[in-house]
């Protein structure tokens, strides 16, 4: 695992962070909520809160962007709450909603004191919003700084509490009882073979090759964000991109729609209703062993093993995602981060400290550890536990075979939701009518779209 973390930590240090979701209803625990901050907000440019070792006396509130860790934050709020006497309330954000969400809830008295901040642009707009974390104790307990989003005069904004990694997640006894193995995947071309042969006999298998593609604003993140994560990577790894572009050039978007046929063509989801199909609906069809393929990430782990589908670990596997480009035999996973804490600056300096009470021992409780090595994997903390996920174990037995990290391109584009909202709609229409002119529109949203959205957002 230090092998996988070290080579993730060079790869990844350069990149942005951007949020994703798995379901889509908001939940709140039942926690009192935080008492009124209005009158006694501190600024922005209040210095670093220092921690002391006495209980605060305030309270925290923690918008969770994450739903499917949702249940897990909910029980270790319940569990601090009863072991210090300091509420924790946590709500989790719909799946898709996140920025909307913080806006409305920042611009309430009871705002949060604890959020997320996921990349540069995130930065951009939550500055003034985001507490100077250096000096405290919880960034002091971090291993890497390669993680956390700095301001122009190196104030730590941000600290980036894990790392993640998302492919094609495979059910290998689905593969063999095709009569396939894990080692036969190589390529696309491999990949379309076997795909395209199990879809072509699904009734007689009894199970299909891909899950459903939904374009369902639950799952087309899936698609809009990391599948688009494969023709900016290689464009930017070709150009020397570092930063977000004005413009890019839409080099490898023959390889995306490659990826994108087969996922949708493989599957048994109608290509021409794919905007009625949610995520749940392709979780629960790779989870009921109806499906070999599903494009998922780390994430999904303690989903797939817990109590609703109760999988065995031993068949489950992560493979990248092949889309054609030349050499692409020696890829590993897509692996960076989106998850960054922010502490509210604008909080009382009770609920500040309350606030950074309450993530260090998140980061150094045995409870704490346990529930993020369950839920999110590798940490990046000193105490921090080693995971149990296996896509980790095959993002790092990658690595140690020398493949090369598929870092997150997909962390530099302009105007997020905008951007994404437009390749979507432009996925929907090509799905239902696969044409060249369709395909056009695609490339059209994309390319032409990613230049409007960067004007817009930076005039």
Not at 428 to 449: I, L, P, R, T
């Amino acid at each position: 695992m230090k092998k996988l973390i070290s080579s993730l930590l060079v790869a990844v240090m350069v990149l942005g962070l951007m949020a994703c979701g798995g379901t889509s209803e908001s939940t709140e625990s039942t926690e009192p909520a935080p008492a009124a901050e209005s009158e006694a907000a501190a600024t922005p440019e209040t210095a670093p809160a220092e921690e002391s070792t006495a209980e605060a006396a305030g309270s925290v509130y923690y918008l969770n962007f994450k739903p499917e860790a949702d249940q897990a934050w909910q029980d270790l709020a319940a569990l601090y709450t009863e072991q210090t006497g300091v509420p924790v309330k946590v709500v989790t954000a719909a799946s898709g909603t996140y920025s909307d969400t913080l806006t409305a809830e920042m611009a309430k008295t009871e705002a949060p004191t604890l959020f997320q901040c996921g990349n540069a642009q995130g930065l951009i707009d939550w500055n003034d919003y985001c507490l100077d974390l250096t000096g405290t104790d919880v960034l002091a307990e971090m291993t890497t700084s390669d993680f956390n989003l700095t301001d122009e005069t190196g104030a730590v904004k941000a600290i980036g509490y894990c790392y993640e990694c998302f492919g094609i997640i495979v059910n290998t006894a689905l593969l063999e009882e095709a009569g396939y193995a894990l080692s036969d995947i190589t390529d696309f071309a491999s990949l379309s073979e076997i795909a395209h042969d199990i879809h072509d006999r699904a009734s007689e298998l009894g199970f299909d090759a891909f899950a459903s593609a939904g374009l369902d604003s639950s799952s087309s993140w899936r698609f809009s964000g990391h599948l688009a994560n494969m023709p900016l990577y290689y464009e930017f790894r070709d150009d020397g991109v570092t930063a977000q572009p004005a413009t890019i050039t839409g080099a490898y978007l023959d390889n995306y729609r490659n990826i994108w046929d087969l996922y949708i063509n493989t599957a048994a989801a109608d290509p021409t209703g794919l905007t009625t199909y949610t995520g749940d609906h392709s979780q629960a069809q790779f989870g009921n062993s109806e499906v070999v393929f599903w494009q998922q990430g780390s994430w999904e782990y303690a989903n797939l093993v817990g109590e609703t589908y109760g999988m065995d670990p031993a068949n489950l596997a992560m493979i990248p995602i092949y889309c054609g480009v030349e050499g692409e035999e020696e890829a590993g996973l897509c692996s960076g981060t989106e998850n960054c804490w922010a502490v509210n600056s604008q909080a009382s300096e009770e609920n500040i400290q309350a606030t950074l009470d309450f993530v260090h021992w998140v980061v150094t409780s045995e409870e704490g550890t346990t529930m993020m090595a369950e839920q999110f994997g590798p940490i990046p903390f000193k105490n921090a536990k080693t995971p149990e996920n296996v896509f980790f174990a095959d993002a790092n037995e990658l690595l140690a075979d020398g493949k090369y990290t598929v870092t997150w391109a997909f962390n530099h584009t302009p105007n997020v939701d905008d951007w994404r909202a437009t390749v979507v709609t432009a996925l929907a229409a090509y799905s239902a009518d696969q044409s060249d002119a369709n395909w056009a529109k695609v490339v059209e949203a994309f390319v032409d779209g990613w230049a409007y959205e960067y004007t817009i957002q930076n005039g």
